[in-house]
Structures are given as structure tokens and as C-alpha cells.
């Protein structure tokens, strides 16, 4: 393999309107659910909430592009039943050529949708669990190293707040859904952050590993971890 080509694996996108669909996340939420598995229109509609037709417009637009491919198509009665699948498994778009200003604008456009689901998803979760609206807010706190939690909660938190408690720990209770999201700084040597690195992925991968256990649910995961420069730490 020459320096700089691709593995098998990875697709590379060129040309600029292919390239739109993995790079803006609107487009791609129609790719996705055929992203290497097998999936019919019908099913994948149903998934994504549109209907046949909206769906039909954006397959037969992915099939033009070369990111889709037909696999089969299912005799019966009346008009045959197609089966679609992503064209690789892998895509690489070049920053050249999305339509990008910036990497930040190119994250921002690849995320946003992803992001708004997970918000929207968020606030459902806690509306649900608000039995009394008047404890529905936001939870700062902190100890003598500084701020240690950040979050929106639908509830009392725990009293009193510890360390060991924190203000959260009242959805570890059996009896609450399987929700988490917090935002708390931590201050690590790097070798420590490259451990915490390393067991988050372990972790992710740990339990993705479990996919196809009876009465599965899916749940959306966003695992983040930033090095925050010492002037704007302070």
C-alpha cells in the first residue's frame, strides 16, 4: 500500500456532495441505519419516524452518490421488496472537501444533530422522573478543591451532599431509570488522564460487547474527556 492510501475499510469521499452527507449530520441520520447491516425501506422509516416516500427521495439520492448498494430483492406479490446496505463499512472525508470553514465549523455541522437527539432525549427522561416540579433546577456545587458537579436534575439531591455522595447519587437508587449526565472538571497528571482515557474506551467497549442480550434497550452514550488550557482553567 502506497504512503498516504486507505485501508480496504475506509471509503474516501472526494467528491463534495457524497462528502456533505457524512459531514452534515441532517443528511447523514438518513446513511446511518444502513451503515453495514442489511435494512428495507419500510423498517428503517419506521425507525427514523418519516415516511416511505421521504425516505425513498434520500435512498434513491445515496444510491446516486455510490454510498448505498441494493443487496437483493425479495419476490412477492405486487412490487418486489429491496434490500439496501452501505456501499463500506468505513468513510473518510477530507476536511478539503467538505464546504467546512473551520475544523470547528466541520464538528459543529458533523454533531449538531446527534447532539440535539441526546438533548431531547435528556429532557424527556427528566420531565419523566419530575414528580414535583419544584425541585426541577440546576445543581452547582463544590468543596474546598473547587467545583465538583454541574447538572440539571429533576430531583432533590442528596443531603447531605458529600464527596462519597454527590449530588447524583440518587439516580444509582434501583427504582430510577439508567440516566446520567453531568459536567465536572477533574485535575489529573497525565498519566492518570491517559488511564482514565484508556478505561473509558475499555468500558465503552466492554459493554457494547453485550449487543443481542433478550429485553436490550438502546441507549445513547457520549463519553467526553478535554484538557481545559491553564488560562481558561483559570
Request: net charge negative; proline share 6%; aromatic share 8%.
Amino acid at each position: 500500500m502506497k504512503q498516504g492510501d486507505l485501508p480496504r475499510l475506509w471509503q474516501r469521499l472526494e467528491d463534495p456532495e457524497a462528502a456533505r452527507v457524512l459531514a452534515d449530520a441532517q443528511a447523514r441520520q438518513y446513511l446511518e441505519p444502513f451503515i453495514w447491516r442489511e435494512r428495507r425501506i419500510t423498517d428503517v422509516a419506521r425507525e427514523l419516524g418519516v415516511s416511505k416516500q421521504t425516505l425513498l427521495y434520500q435512498v434513491n439520492k445515496l444510491l446516486r452518490l455510490g454510498l448505498l448498494t441494493v443487496t437483493r430483492t425479495e419476490p412477492r406479490h405486487g412490487r418486489a421488496v429491496r434490500y439496501y446496505r452501505s456501499s463500506s463499512p468505513g468513510y473518510f472525508v477530507p476536511f478539503s472537501a467538505t464546504s467546512a470553514e473551520s475544523i470547528h465549523a466541520l464538528y459543529e455541522s458533523s454533531l449538531d444533530n446527534t447532539r440535539r437527539s441526546l438533548l431531547s432525549l435528556l429532557t424527556q427522561a427528566w420531565t419523566d422522573l419530575a414528580d414535583d416540579p419544584r425541585w426541577f433546577g440546576l445543581y452547582t456545587y463544590g468543596d474546598e478543591h473547587g467545583l465538583k458537579s454541574h447538572a440539571l436534575l429533576p430531583a432533590p439531591p442528596a443531603s447531605p451532599v458529600s464527596p462519597e455522595a454527590g449530588s447524583l447519587s440518587w439516580l444509582l437508587q434501583t427504582n430510577v431509570p439508567a440516566v446520567w449526565d453531568n459536567t465536572a472538571p477533574v485535575r489529573l497528571s497525565l498519566t492518570h488522564a491517559k488511564a482514565l482515557q484508556r478505561e473509558l474506551h475499555d468500558l465503552h467497549a466492554r459493554y457494547q460487547a453485550l449487543e443481542g442480550e433478550e429485553g436490550q434497550k438502546t441507549y445513547f452514550l457520549r463519553l467526553t474527556l478535554v484538557p481545559v488550557d491553564d488560562e481558561d482553567d483559570a
